[in-house]
T-cell receptor, first 109, second 113 residues
Framework: EDQVTQSPEALRLQEGESSSLNCSYT??????LFWYRQDPGKGPEFLFT?????EEKEKERLKATLTKKESFLHITAPKPEDSATYLC??????????WGAGTKLIIKP | DAGITQSPRYKITETGRQVTLMCHQT?????MFWYRQDLGHGLRLIYY???????DKGEVPDGYVVSRSKTENFPLTLESATRSQTSVYFC????????????FGQGTRLTVV
């Protein structure tokens, strides 16, 4: 069964304290792995797409990496405005997206 | 130019009533999707549409009906609302069905009492 698990469920960091969020997956025929950011009361906002193991993408303080079993979203020297819920989704061979439950990230000043 | 607009933002309805959630896009994207988001769960796909007059079921379609007579509109109807349909509903669009980013609306918070 296709499945996506994100960990931890919640993460509290001090401003400037780097860390990583995990997205582990089992899927038949991975077509792509997506990272989204969701702010309270808003819809998810696209961050990255990764297509194959070894691929990396960066945007400001965020860097996403992909292996055959998991993806990491590395956050370097985070700021309070990085506080949000980060969602991971994988696209299976049937093109449908399977979403993880998200990691709620809180950055304290 | 809002891109994708959902209405209403908040709705309270009674069990057994029919309710329609609206979704409108200004981009002319081919694909439109309806998701529900519940605490502790990932987004779950209800229905999607690849083009006008083409719709298909997602993971959790029971109790919902969709239509897409025009490219820009994709309403979701709950035929007879149940408490288990209390959720936040998101509409999304994409210009292709493959590995491409989706654009989400602000969501509709629906409470069924």
């Amino acid at each position: 069964e296709d499945q996506v698990t994100q960990s931890p469920e919640a993460l509290r960091l001090q401003e400037g304290e780097s860390s990583s969020l995990n997205c582990s997956y089992t899927v038949s025929g991975l077509r792509g792995l997506f990272w989204y950011r969701q702010d309270p009361g808003k819809g998810p906002e696209f961050l990255f797409t990764l297509y194959s193991a070894g691929e990396e993408k960066e945007k400001e303080r965020l860097k996403a990496t992909l292996t055959k079993k998991e993806s990491f979203l590395h956050i370097t020297a985070p700021k309070p405005e990085d506080s949000a819920t980060y969602l991971c989704a994988v696209q299976a061979s049937n093109y449908q997206l399977i979403w993880g439950a998200g990691t709620k990230l809180i950055i304290k000043p | 130019d809002a891109g994708i607009t959902q209405s209403p933002r908040y709705k309270i309805t009674e069990t057994g009533r029919q309710v329609t959630l609206m979704c409108h896009q200004t981009w002319s994207h081919s694909y439109m999707f309806w998701y529900r988001q519940d605490l502790g769960h990932g987004l779950r796909l209800i229905y999607y549409s690849a083009a006008a007059d083409i719709t298909d079921k997602g993971e959790v379609p029971d109790g919902y009906v969709v239509s897409r007579s025009k490219t820009e509109n994709f309403p979701l109807t709950l035929e007879s609302a149940t408490r288990s349909q209390t959720s936040v509903y998101f509409c999304a669009t994409a210009d292709a069905g493959g590995s491409t980013e989706a654009f989400f609306g602000q969501g509709t918070r629906l409470t069924v009492v």
